[in-house]
């Protein structure tokens, strides 16, 4: 956790008047004193006698387990389930990036595929999570397994997992203080100096760096190193010392160290950022606990921060917005943690991500004792590994890149003959629209409509219905045809579902290469009564959102890529560069009354200025003992707004 304010002396003196520990500005100040540097707590469910801390709920032990279960699991099982993924899933990669105090190794983990290159042959971007930089805050690590466990689950699940296996590199580090987060785990319910501050043992939060040279030791009887470590997330470059929120004190929970990047976890972070690479990095995320919040830093980039702000929204809403959002001032260089130093050193969208609980243990009907919001009870980490790991998902899905069409096959259902095929496949640097069929639409016969992109665009319950992802919504989208003069316009709703296909095949009726990729229309132009004249060029608008409510890239000609903050190659509807997104404009198609006639010139684009399409009008009653009707409803929409044009 920042720790931002620690604890206030003074308010906790007053609930604590029997504590022997004294401090100065946050900090134990007699830490020499064997009064309060030998003070021996325990955790325990209801005894609060003597130096028992009662929690309310028993005191997580942690088991050793390579499956998840009702509680936590030790990090020689965790570490045995990451091992074994890497060693089993041709997905999943990993290397020693450094050493802890004790030279234990530091393994990063790289999941996707062996090519780092995205579907249409171009470099992947990459996302990079650590957990376990504070030794106390067990949550971390158990929802970086969990993460880490679904993206290989899903990898061949022909969705979204599959989507990312082959888009996205994802880098992990699912504990980076390995020598305290043992120490934690060897003394699970005890620990020392004082329930205001606790330290070694259970509490331990830095690492075991001893200033006087060597580690701490890893025993409670002898008590006088139990305050020494560093802070690892004090440590980083950017902010180093800085803003008040370290301490050069070695005593303080807070101690930055004797210099940025002084310690050897910190060193493997920054080489696990290689694995990405770091060029290729776009969101950085440092999971901690407690208190329910992302804190990120605003760079000043103003791109890059409405990126992180817009982000952070969409992964919040995930566990509908329980959790708040805490930006820091414009342009400061931070405190040396690592939200900062992912933010500051690649502008990316980045997080110090504190996990529940918002309060401490009485937000589950414990106690509410001191500190008791670094041990969650058993029963509710299943929960929170779920949660934060269907949240991440969202994030990883979002960040991989803005979607974009790209294909369009259009069949003349009356002639049973695709009239119109096209699709956008690489050419060097960008993509050329290869049309491999453009033959006129006739307005009095009926067709479908077959649309493709580049990503999953809707989501698929566990039961394979279509459903929105939590907190998200897959907004109405809108396919018009426009006529460049504005002589006409056809508009169809594609709400609140078009037909998303779910069984492969590509066009004209199976997805490309993931659920939910592709659709297919009916386009009953036949009940227009619509006649053209002289061929007419027009564009098809598409506007649609994905499962993270992101926007198309309305021109993908210009593949879309990330650079100093925010997207590169990501036009809106008028192919205005930002980061937004728009309508798509590209398939330029045309109608003739005449199915041999000629295509015009392709002068067709969007439509800025055009009006919605309007809502479907609600069923009429059904009569009394008759059957079902209003196939044709549909249609009033098109007749209105092709009157409003005209």
Not at 215 to 225: K, R
Not at 260 to 269: K, M
Not at 400 to 425: C, K, M
Not at 485 to 510: E, K, Y
Request: hydrophobic share 35%; charged share 20%.
């Amino acid at each position: 956790m920042r720790f931002l304010t620690l604890v206030i002396a003074g308010l906790l003196v007053s609930q604590f008047a029997s504590a022997l520990c004294e401090f100065e500005n946050g900090t134990i100040s007699n830490p020499d004193d064997p009064l309060c540097r030998d003070t021996q707590l325990v955790y325990t469910e209801n005894d609060d006698s003597g130096d028992n801390i009662a929690l309310g709920y028993p005191p997580p032990i942690p088991v050793d387990t390579l499956t998840a279960v009702d509680g936590f699991r030790t990090y020689s099982s965790l570490f045995a389930q990451h091992q074994d993924l890497m060693l089993t899933r041709d997905t999943v990669g990993g290397s020693v990036v450094g050493q802890t105090q004790l030279d234990r190794d530091i393994w990063a983990y790289s999941i996707g595929d062996v090519d780092n290159l995205t579907n249409d042959g171009r470099p992947e971007g990459a996302v990079i999570i650590n957990g376990g930089i504070h030794a106390r805050e067990w949550q971390s690590p158990e929802v970086l397994t969990e993460i880490f466990e679904q993206l290989v689950e899903r990898s061949d699940d022909a969705h979204i997992g599959q989507y990312l296996r082959d888009n996205l590199n994802v880098v992990l580090l699912p504990v980076i203080n390995i020598d305290g987060f043992i120490q934690t785990q060897t003394f699970p319910t005890r620990a020392t100096a004082d329930e205001r501050q606790p330290r070694d043992g259970r509490m331990r939060r830095k690492n075991l760096r001893n200033p006087s040279g060597g580690v701490v030791d890893n025993q409670l009887d002898t008590t006088d190193d139990s305050f020494f470590g560093v802070d690892l997330n004090r440590n980083s470059v950017h902010g180093y010392g800085l803003n008040g929120g370290s301490s050069a004190n070695p005593i303080s929970l807070i101690y930055r160290g004797t210099a940025h990047s002084s310690e050897s976890e910190i060193l493997a972070l920054q080489a696990a950022t290689g694995l990405g690479p770091a060029d290729r990095l776009r969101l950085g995320i440092d999971v901690h606990s407690f208190s329910s919040v992302y804190f990120t830093p605003r760079t000043g980039n103003t791109r890059r921060d409405a990126i992180t702000l817009g982000l952070a929204t969409r992964m919040r809403a995930v566990t509908n917005f329980k959790y708040r959002y805490s930006p820091g001032p414009i342009g400061s260089t931070g405190i040396g943690s690592l939200d900062n130093y992912y933010a500051f050193e690649f502008q990316i969208p980045s997080y110090t991500l504190e996990i529940e609980p918002l309060n401490g243990g009485q937000d589950y009907g414990g106690t509410g004792a001191s500190h008791s919001g670094f041990v969650l009870p058993d029963s509710e980490i299943t929960r929170v590994r779920d949660e934060i790991a269907a949240t991440l998902l969202l994030g990883f899905y979002r960040q991989s890149g803005p979607p974009h069409v790209t294909a369009v096959h259009i069949t003349n259902l009356a002639r049973d003959e695709v009239v119109y095929a096209a699709q956008w496949v690489a050419d060097g640097v960008g993509r050329r629209l290869e049309v491999t069929t453009d033959r006129a639409i006739v307005p009095s016969d009926d067709h479908r409509i077959y649309i493709a992109f580049n990503k999953p665009m809707r989501w698929y319950d566990a039961n394979g219905n279509l459903s929105n992802y939590a907190g998200q919504s897959s907004t109405a989208g809108q396919l018009e045809l426009n006529e460049p003069d504005g002589l006409f316009g056809i508009s169809l709703q594609l709400a609140p579902n078009p037909d998303w296909l779910d069984v492969p095949g590509g066009p004209p009726d199976g997805y490309l290469n993931y659920r939910g990729d592709a659709f297919t229309r009916d386009m009953p132009l036949s009940q227009m009564g619509l006649t053209v004249g002289e061929p007419k060029s027009v564009a098809l608008q598409i506007e649609l959102t994905d499962i993270a409510e992101m926007a198309l890239d309305a021109d993908p000609s210009t593949p879309v890529d990330w650079q100093n903050g925010h997207w590169t190659g990501y036009e809106d509807s008028m192919l205005a560069g930002g980061d937004t997104g728009g309508a798509d404009c590209t398939f330029i198609v045309f109608l003739a009354d005449d199915a041999n006639a000629t295509a015009p010139p392709k002068v067709a684009e969007c439509q800025a200025g055009a009006p919605p399409p309007l809502p479907p009008p609600p069923p009429p009653p059904q009569p009394a003992g008759g059957g079902g009707g209003g196939s044709g409803l549909w249609l009033l929409p098109l007749m209105l707004l092709a009157a409003r044009r005209r």
